[in-house]
């Protein structure tokens, strides 16, 4: 046992140790991101119906579904996996019921639980091992010309986002197409745009997709290692009290073996005294 609430300790220490990069990581860029987003849908509101066509905006009937389950390589990590594996079973099962589903994977522990009743069509766990950029805008160009292709009709995220080292928020996040903006009246931007505003905006669509991707991984990304420390902090917790209540325990049975020694003793001697 106390072998046991060494590792846990440990594993508890190294948890948290990645966890604040993670979260430096993902509490740095939310602004950015957010920033973006906004930005994006100021000079989408200013935009024609017509010139606000873009491919990645085209709202079709939902026939073809894919879910992008975001999990971990690793477990250890309390219900954080099993809350992904639940949400996705429950929008194939209600949200999506009847559909034409199917699903992309980044991390191990979704694939091997989903894929044994999904289909799969990609699966990423390489991108945990080095969590950059440059390779999850792969990714999401590889969603983006599905989409476009009309392979899909909708593609949803499905991963844990970051709120504190003891909560992790399961979210359902519409990737594409783009949620449409709502239109004010009285809207004016007070921009100069150089180039053109319809430019400005389809180069920024991709990237605001990618944006978004990337943060989703960030985010897990944080709520992995803050979901793990928590549950190893509660691991070396119970067994401290599992090892302190066994302790006891063989306190109380050696305590009555001795006692139960000394009775037989005492009794041999009264006996031949007699």
């Known amino acids: 046992m106390s072998s046991t609430m060494q590792i846990t300790s440990a ?58 389950a975001i999990s971990s390589n690793k477990g250890l990590a309390g219900a954080f996996n099993s809350n992904i594996v639940k949400a996705v079973r429950n ?100 921009y100069i745009y150089e180039p053109s505003m319809e430019e400005i905006v389809s180069e920024l669509i991709p990237k605001s997709l990618k944006i978004q991707l990337y943060k989703a991984l960030r985010d897990s990304f944080a709520a992995e290692h803050g979901a793990r420390m928590t549950a190893m902090h509660k691991a070396t917790d119970n067994a401290t009290e599992l090892r302190d209540e066994l302790r006891l325990s063989y306190n109380k049975a050696r305590q009555a073996a001795i006692t139960g020694e000394i009775l037989e003793i005492v009794g041999g001697a009264e006996a031949l005294n007699k």
Do not use: C
Not at 14 to 28: P, T
Not at 110 to 125: F, G, Q
Not at 159 to 182: D, S
């Open 11 to 68: 594993m508890k220490m190294v948890s948290a140790a990645k966890l604040s990069r993670a979260q430096n990581a993902i509490v740095a860029m939310r602004p950015y991101a957010e920033k973006l987003t906004q930005l994006l849908q100021d000079l989408s509101a200013g935009l024609s119906d017509e010139d606000q066509r873009s491919p990645f905006a085209e709202q079709r009937e939902v026939e073809k579904v894919l879910l992008v």
């Open 91 to 190: 929008l194939v099962s209600e949200d999506y019921a009847g559909k034409q589903v199917e699903l992309m994977t980044i991390g191990k522990k979704a694939h091997d639980i989903l894929s044994k009743k999904l289909e799969v069509y990609k699966n990423h766990d390489e991108l945990f091992q080095e969590l950059t950029f440059e390779e999850v805008s792969a990714v999401a160009e590889d969603l983006m010309q599905r989409f476009v292709a009309g392979d899909y009709d909708r593609i949803v995220l499905v991963y844990n986002r970051f709120k504190n080292a003891a909560t992790q928020i399961v979210m359902e996040e519409q990737f594409l197409p783009i949620v449409p903006v709502e239109k004010e009246d009285d809207t004016n931007l007070d």
